[in-house]
């Protein structure tokens, strides 16, 4: 029972902390455009190498297709920021060399959600990154999302910062073999910070991590339809602090809880 009340007590304090806010794979939805100005209203297209774009967290973005982060650039979400995805296999990629400053607070968190709630209405967040992975002899490989090349030999790669981040509806399936899962961490090296993120109602894993030697902490998964915490390719990070269950258990440790 007191597993029990410690489990309840972890899913407390992260749904409170992110309850305080209440791109694609199919040739038909890429986009080459580079993005320099943002229209929150057609929020897509590439970041181009040495460009950095900030968003607007007063303004809620609709994510309508792959938004790339190209190698050398930046893409700065601040907190509190709201993107809304259409629904098909609509994401965000941070490309090898690429960075995605995501760094939300506890009371002000960033939040991706379809546009309608289900599971796998969009796609998700993708992370490609520099460090090792043993799925070739190299290190490197391509990804199944996105098709572009990660891994490498720094396992100290920094992809930047995803802090405070809600990763609702995700894990669009694009073809009978392959679906999104919310977060996905492809040779991601321990620089990187991944904090404090919650994924629910997610078609596909939660959170899965390709090779690399990315840390993360305070994983809060609810009600996906595969993995909660899924790891392969040899990564070599390490992960504190998750709580992870499906809806009707989720229910159950809550009244639980309450009884006691």
């Not at 950095?52 to 967290?57: E, G, R, Y």
């Not at 190698?71 to 995805?85: E, H």
């Not at 391509?142 to 098709?147: I, K, M, R, V, Y």
């Amino acid at each position: 029972m007191k597993k029990t009340i410690l489990r309840a007590a972890l899913c407390f304090s992260l749904v409170a902390a992110f309850s305080s806010t209440a791109i694609s794979c199919s040739s038909d939805d890429e986009t080459t455009e580079n993005v320099s100005t943002i229209d929150p209203a057609n929020f897509k297209g590439k970041i181009a190498s040495g460009t950095t774009v900030s968003l607007d967290a007063s303004k809620v973005y609709n994510l309508t297709g792959t938004l790339s982060v190209e190698s050398g650039a930046t893409l700065v979400i601040p907190a509190g920021t709201r993107i809304v995805a259409a629904e098909g296999a609509n994401y965000l990629i941070v490309e090898r060399g690429g960075k995605l400053i995501a760094n939300g607070t506890a009371t002000n968190p960033i939040v991706f959600e379809g546009s309608t709630h289900k599971q796998g209405h969009w796609g998700g967040i993708v992370i490609l990154g520099n460090a090792p992975s043993n799925r070739s002899s190299l290190g490197t490989s391509t990804s199944e999302l996105g098709d572009l090349v990660y891994g490498g030999t720094n396992k100290t790669d920094n992809s930047g910062i995803l802090k405070y981040i809600v990763i609702k509806d995700s894990g669009y399936k694009y073809n009978p073999a392959k679906e999104f899962n919310g977060l996905s961490l492809f040779g991601v090296g321990s620089g990187t910070v991944v904090s404090y993120i919650y994924v629910v109602d997610g078609a596909d894993d939660g959170i899965e991590f390709f090779g690399g030697n990315v840390n993360a902490d305070h994983l809060l998964v609810l009600g996906v339809g595969d993995d909660s915490i899924d790891w392969t390719e040899g990564w070599q990070g390490t992960a504190e602090y998750i709580y992870a269950a499906r809806k009707n258990n989720t229910k159950l440790l809550l009244s639980q809880e309450t009884e006691v």
